[in-house]
Protein backbone atom coordinates (compact mmCIF):
# COMPACT_ATOMS: atom_id res chain seq x y z
CA UNK A 1 0.00 0.00 0.00
CA UNK A 2 1.14 3.28 -0.93
CA UNK A 3 1.04 6.59 1.13
CA UNK A 4 -0.85 9.67 -0.13
CA UNK A 5 1.34 12.18 -1.50
CA UNK A 6 0.44 16.01 -2.07
CA UNK A 7 1.03 17.54 -5.39
CA UNK A 8 0.91 21.27 -4.61
CA UNK A 9 2.95 22.95 -1.54
CA UNK A 10 1.26 23.46 1.28
CA UNK A 11 0.43 27.47 1.65
CA UNK A 12 1.14 27.94 5.25
CA UNK A 13 3.47 25.69 7.41
CA UNK A 14 2.65 24.98 10.92
CA UNK A 15 5.50 27.32 12.27
CA UNK A 16 3.46 30.10 10.75
CA UNK A 17 -0.09 29.41 11.47
CA UNK A 18 0.83 31.24 15.43
CA UNK A 19 2.70 34.39 14.18
CA UNK A 20 1.70 36.16 17.32
CA UNK A 21 0.51 39.08 15.52
CA UNK A 22 -2.08 40.87 17.56
CA UNK A 23 -1.16 38.24 21.07
CA UNK A 24 -0.23 41.22 23.72
CA UNK A 25 2.22 38.86 24.98
CA UNK A 26 3.90 38.33 21.99
CA UNK A 27 3.80 41.98 21.17
CA UNK A 28 5.24 43.15 24.71
CA UNK A 29 8.05 40.10 24.71
CA UNK A 30 8.50 39.44 21.17
CA UNK A 31 7.65 42.71 18.95
CA UNK A 32 5.30 41.30 17.12
CA UNK A 33 2.63 43.74 15.49
CA UNK A 34 -0.74 44.36 16.03
CA UNK A 35 -3.68 42.96 13.77
CA UNK A 36 -5.03 44.85 10.86
CA UNK A 37 -7.93 45.50 13.66
CA UNK A 38 -5.69 46.95 16.48
CA UNK A 39 -3.99 49.24 14.40
CA UNK A 40 -6.85 50.43 12.94
CA UNK A 41 -8.29 51.48 16.27
CA UNK A 42 -4.70 52.60 17.29
CA UNK A 43 -4.68 55.17 14.30
CA UNK A 44 -7.77 56.46 15.62
CA UNK A 45 -6.46 56.43 19.16
CA UNK A 46 -3.41 58.16 18.45
CA UNK A 47 -2.88 60.63 21.13
CA UNK A 48 -3.55 61.14 24.72
CA UNK A 49 -7.74 61.04 25.77
CA UNK A 50 -8.47 60.06 22.03
CA UNK A 51 -12.07 58.19 21.82
CA UNK A 52 -13.41 55.93 19.67
CA UNK A 53 -16.81 54.12 19.32
CA UNK A 54 -17.15 50.58 17.80
CA UNK A 55 -18.81 48.04 17.16
CA UNK A 56 -19.37 45.47 20.59
CA UNK A 57 -18.04 42.37 17.73
CA UNK A 58 -14.99 44.80 16.62
CA UNK A 59 -13.22 44.86 19.91
CA UNK A 60 -12.43 43.03 23.34
CA UNK A 61 -10.07 43.53 26.36
CA UNK A 62 -7.38 41.12 24.77
CA UNK A 63 -7.45 43.72 21.68
CA UNK A 64 -6.69 46.52 25.03
CA UNK A 65 -4.20 44.68 26.33
CA UNK A 66 -2.37 44.66 23.47
CA UNK A 67 -2.73 48.45 22.53
CA UNK A 68 -1.28 48.73 26.02
CA UNK A 69 1.80 46.49 25.28
CA UNK A 70 2.16 48.14 22.04
CA UNK A 71 2.22 51.96 23.76
CA UNK A 72 2.51 51.61 27.65
CA UNK A 73 -0.49 53.30 28.25
CA UNK A 74 -3.48 52.42 29.60
CA UNK A 75 -7.20 52.02 27.50
CA UNK A 76 -10.33 51.62 29.17
CA UNK A 77 -13.80 50.07 27.48
CA UNK A 78 -17.75 51.14 27.77
CA UNK A 79 -20.20 48.97 26.71
CA UNK A 80 -23.44 49.86 25.48
CA UNK A 81 -25.90 47.83 23.31
CA UNK A 82 -24.22 46.77 20.06
CA UNK A 83 -21.24 49.40 20.74
CA UNK A 84 -17.78 50.05 22.57
CA UNK A 85 -16.29 53.35 23.54
CA UNK A 86 -12.60 52.82 24.05
CA UNK A 87 -10.29 55.63 25.47
CA UNK A 88 -6.64 56.32 25.36
CA UNK A 89 -5.20 57.60 28.88
CA UNK A 90 -1.25 57.92 29.67
CA UNK A 91 0.97 55.47 31.55
CA UNK A 92 -0.97 56.25 34.65
CA UNK A 93 -4.41 57.00 34.20
CA UNK A 94 -7.32 57.34 31.79
CA UNK A 95 -8.91 60.41 31.63
CA UNK A 96 -12.75 59.47 33.07
CA UNK A 97 -13.78 61.73 35.85
CA UNK A 98 -16.38 61.11 38.49
CA UNK A 99 -18.47 63.68 36.44
CA UNK A 100 -17.74 61.61 33.20
CA UNK A 101 -18.58 58.37 34.92
CA UNK A 102 -22.10 59.09 35.99
CA UNK A 103 -22.54 60.57 32.43
CA UNK A 104 -21.68 57.43 30.82
CA UNK A 105 -23.56 55.14 33.43
CA UNK A 106 -26.51 57.87 32.54
CA UNK A 107 -26.32 57.48 28.62
CA UNK A 108 -26.53 53.51 29.49
CA UNK A 109 -23.39 52.38 29.40
CA UNK A 110 -20.90 49.84 31.33
CA UNK A 111 -17.31 49.47 32.34
CA UNK A 112 -16.00 46.27 30.34
CA UNK A 113 -12.69 47.10 31.63
CA UNK A 114 -9.31 48.89 31.63
CA UNK A 115 -5.70 48.19 31.24
CA UNK A 116 -2.81 48.60 32.94
CA UNK A 117 0.68 48.49 31.93
CA UNK A 118 2.99 46.45 33.36
CA UNK A 119 3.57 42.29 32.98
CA UNK A 120 3.49 41.61 37.00
CA UNK A 121 0.55 40.58 39.35
CA UNK A 122 0.90 44.29 40.63
CA UNK A 123 -0.39 45.63 37.68
CA UNK A 124 -3.46 44.02 38.05
CA UNK A 125 -4.25 45.70 41.23
CA UNK A 126 -7.35 48.43 41.37
CA UNK A 127 -6.43 51.44 42.47
CA UNK A 128 -8.83 53.60 44.70
CA UNK A 129 -9.84 55.80 41.62
CA UNK A 130 -10.95 52.49 40.12
CA UNK A 131 -13.54 51.64 42.57
CA UNK A 132 -15.21 55.18 42.59
CA UNK A 133 -15.91 54.78 38.90
CA UNK A 134 -17.18 51.28 39.39
CA UNK A 135 -19.73 52.85 42.22
CA UNK A 136 -20.82 55.37 39.52
CA UNK A 137 -21.84 52.42 36.81
CA UNK A 138 -23.67 50.66 39.82
CA UNK A 139 -21.93 47.51 38.76
CA UNK A 140 -20.43 44.86 41.50
CA UNK A 141 -17.55 44.30 39.28
CA UNK A 142 -15.04 45.10 36.60
CA UNK A 143 -11.58 43.98 35.13
CA UNK A 144 -8.40 44.95 34.63
CA UNK A 145 -6.06 43.92 31.74
CA UNK A 146 -2.35 43.86 31.97
CA UNK A 147 0.19 44.43 29.15
CA UNK A 148 0.32 40.36 28.84
CA UNK A 149 -3.03 40.22 28.45
CA UNK A 150 -3.75 38.85 32.37
CA UNK A 151 -6.62 40.06 34.03
CA UNK A 152 -7.61 40.42 37.41
CA UNK A 153 -11.78 41.24 38.42
CA UNK A 154 -12.27 43.81 41.05
CA UNK A 155 -15.15 45.11 42.55
CA UNK A 156 -16.83 48.33 44.45
CA UNK A 157 -15.28 47.72 47.63
Known amino acids: MSKPTIDKPIGMPIEQRHTGKGNPNAILHYDRPLNKRQQELIDVLSEYDSRATVRKNNVSMSDLSALTA ?8 FTKGKERLIIRGNAYKVNITI ?15 HTHPGTDWNSLISSKGDKEILKCFEQS ?3 VH ?11 D
Open 70 to 77: MTGDEFAM
Open 141 to 143: QSV
Open 146 to 156: NSKGQFLRFGK
Open 99 to 113: DDARLLAKEGYKWSG
